[in-house]
């Protein structure tokens, strides 16, 4: 595979003897050898301009220019899972229980309430070397039983199966009252030594955080992830080659963008959430915390002009991303702004029916004509806008929670087999393909072309991190540990000699997409230790350490950590052309 060198070359006979550009400049000077004793000593100058001054200056150019627009795409991916990624959706407010998994050191155990604050935490040595199996089971248990533990999340690293089958044994005894779900660790590591997670548990240990994060990332993933440098959630591609500037500009636009079109609790939000709020910033939301510690919960948005620095004009762009649930007036928690209350008020006398009854009743709402309400402060289009709100106010955009659910006895690459149907959750989507977790600690590569049966221009039209799919295994490489999926049900695996490479590996092996076109990734497990995009122990370190050693399919560079699971799919694009 090795090292990838461009260069700008054009077509010319082989009888031709001067580059076609030399002739060009020759007559832009009106230069000919005409026989004259200076004129082999301007064909040579004429030579030099063009390989010396002009060649090398438009290669620069013209390869800058790719390259700057490689760098947008990248960014743009990156945005867009981390956009999907955050609007996840949320278990909701339940009790929840993390498990850190591990090894040798234990599994840290977190259990926070239905707020997500902190109840207790503690370990358990259900693995190797200890094998308290039983014991760990009773303490899960326990715990459990005392703060009425609904769900239970389990991180994705080092030893997750394990962990998974002893959460198993728990929820077995609950009789269905207890659901356990793994969630990907990505970036736990950097907030356990994150100056916030310092802040928020100044006494709490670093692997205990790493749990805590474990079981509110459950709850809500929005307000736990905000946390965390978006940089280090690992679902984006070649980060670490991109301008580090723009990459970090276009994803906290990102992230400001979710928290907005979500809203959020001011009673139960976190500084860095309240901090993501338009109009806000950490040294406001640092007081309105402080505010609501020393003086209890806010009881109407208009409570919010006390705190410290929250001006009018903070307040007027902050107010309506603000919410506050269980208020007196049903409004402030909604995402109707405080300078329409005058308006809604006046709906609500008009037609003669109260405020609480007005909200949410979705056949008396349809039939109100916007037009009737609008004047040089509220237009057209804010009314209906506010009539659309009315009608499920606070409403969550983000999706229904739902998880997968592994295939009990596929644990490990080696517990895998070509036309093995799994489901998974899809962790990464890049311009080649898409990632998939499947339980075996190692992601598997659905490449574009096996995404649909029908052409896919780009992956994120089929599918989006965290995603629930159905997979077929193609091809499994347990020296290279590449998993090759597919999410077309009828393709078969691709049958090969003993010791040759995978045939969809070879060059002009077709599958149904243009060259040069690219797919997307899924996770298939959770190995921690093993490095891969979005898993455990996702340090910036881990990333660039792979970033360097790369290869090109279509024109595009894979991560050594992307390369190592992604497994050739039904067709490779050549290593010779460009993608557009």
């Given at each position: 595979e090795g090292i990838l060198q461009a260069s700008i070359t054009l077509d010319q006979d082989e009888e031709v003897i001067t580059h076609p550009c030399e002739d060009m400049i020759?007559?832009?000077?009106?230069?000919?050898?005409?026989?004259?004793?200076?004129?082999?000593?301007?064909?040579?100058?004429?030579?030099?301009?063009?390989?010396?001054?002009?060649?090398?200056?438009?290669?620069?150019?013209?390869?800058?220019?790719?390259?700057?627009?490689?760098?947008?795409?990248?960014?743009?991916?990156?945005?867009?899972?981390?956009?999907?990624?955050?609007?996840?959706?949320?278990?909701?407010?339940?009790?929840?229980?993390g498990l850190d998994p591990g090894l040798r050191t234990?599994?840290?155990?977190?259990?926070?309430?239905?707020?997500?604050?902190?109840?207790?935490?503690?370990?358990i040595f259900p693995h190797a070397p200890r094998n308290q199996w039983d014991e760990s089971i009773a303490v899960i248990a326990a715990l459990c039983k005392k703060y009425n533990v609904e769900l239970i999340s389990i991180g994705n690293g080092t030893a997750s199966r394990e962990t998974d089958k002893l959460a198993g044994e728990v929820v077995k005894a609950s009789k269905g009252n207890i659901q356990k779900i793994m969630v990907s660790e990505a970036g736990a590591s950097v907030y356990s030594a994150s100056e916030t997670a310092a802040r928020e548990f100044p006494d709490l240990d670093v692997s205990f955080r790493g749990a805590v994060s474990i079981a509110r990332r459950l709850q809500d993933p929005l307000a736990e992830l905000v946390k965390i440098d978006p940089k280090a959630i690992g679902v984006g591609q070649y980060q670490h080659d991109v301008s580090q500037l723009k990459l970090s500009r276009s994803l906290d636009a990102v992230v400001e963008d979710c928290v907005n079109s979500v809203g959020v609790d001011v009673n139960t939000a976190s500084a860095p959430l309240l901090a993501r709020i338009a109009g806000l910033n950490s040294t406001i939301a640092g007081n309105i915390v402080t505010y609501r510690e020393s003086h209890g919960a806010f009881a109407s948005r208009a409570d919010l002009k006390l705190v410290p620095r929250l001006g009018d004009k903070t307040f007027e762009q902050a107010a309506g991303f603000l919410r506050i649930m269980?208020?007196?007036?049903?409004?402030?928690?909604s995402s109707v702004h405080p300078e329409a209350y005058p308006l809604v008020e006046k709906i609500a006398e008009k037609h003669g029916r109260p405020l609480k009854e007005l909200i949410g009743d979705v056949p008396f709402l349809k039939k109100v004509n916007a037009a009737d309400f609008t004047d040089d402060t509220f237009g057209l289009p804010t009314v209906t806008d506010i009539l659309s709100e009315l009608e499920k106010p606070g409403r969550d955009p983000r999706p229904e929670f739902k998880a997968a659910v592994f295939k009990e006895g596929v644990e490990t690459l080696k517990d895998l087999k070509p036309s093995m149907i799994l489901e998974g959750t899809v962790t990464n989507v890049t311009n080649f393909g898409a990632f998939v977790d499947i339980g075996v600690h190692q992601d598997g590569?659905?490449?574009?072309?096996?995404?649909?049966?029908?052409?896919v221009?780009?992956?994120?039209?089929?599918?989006?991190?965290?995603?629930?799919?159905?997979?077929?295994?193609?091809?499994?490489?347990?020296?290279?540990?590449?998993i090759s999926l597919t999410m077309r049900m009828d393709d078969q695996p691709a049958e090969k000699a003993a010791g040759?490479?995978?045939?969809?590996?070879?060059?002009?092996n077709g599958g149904g997409q243009r060259q040069g076109q690219?797919?997307?990734?899924?996770q298939i497990g959770g190995g921690g230790d093993q490095r891969q995009p979005g898993g455990r122990n996702d340090d910036v370190r881990s990333h660039e350490c792979s970033s360097r050693m790369v290869r090109r399919i279509g024109g595009q560079r894979l991560s050594e950590s992307q390369n190592r699971y992604a497994m050739p799919a039904p067709r490779t694009p050549t290593y010779t052309e460009y993608s557009d």
């Open positions: 020759a007559q832009h000077f009106e230069l000919r050898d005409e026989g004259r004793a200076a004129d082999k000593w301007l064909a040579e100058v004429v030579r030099w301009t063009w390989r010396i001054k002009l060649l090398t200056h438009l290669e620069t150019e013209l390869l800058g220019d790719l390259r700057e627009r490689a760098e947008e795409e990248a960014i743009k991916v990156f945005a867009h899972n981390l956009k999907d990624l955050l609007m996840a959706a949320p278990a909701g407010p339940r009790a929840t229980m234990g599994v840290k155990v977190a259990i926070v309430d239905a707020t997500g604050q902190l109840v207790e935490h503690g370990t269980d208020a007196a007036n049903p409004l402030d928690s590569l659905v490449h574009v072309s096996a995404l649909a049966d029908k052409f221009e780009d992956p994120h039209d089929v599918v989006k991190p965290g995603d629930i799919v159905k997979v077929k295994v193609l091809e499994v490489d347990l020296d290279r540990k590449r040759q490479r995978p045939a969809s590996a070879r060059k002009g690219f797919a997307v990734a899924f």
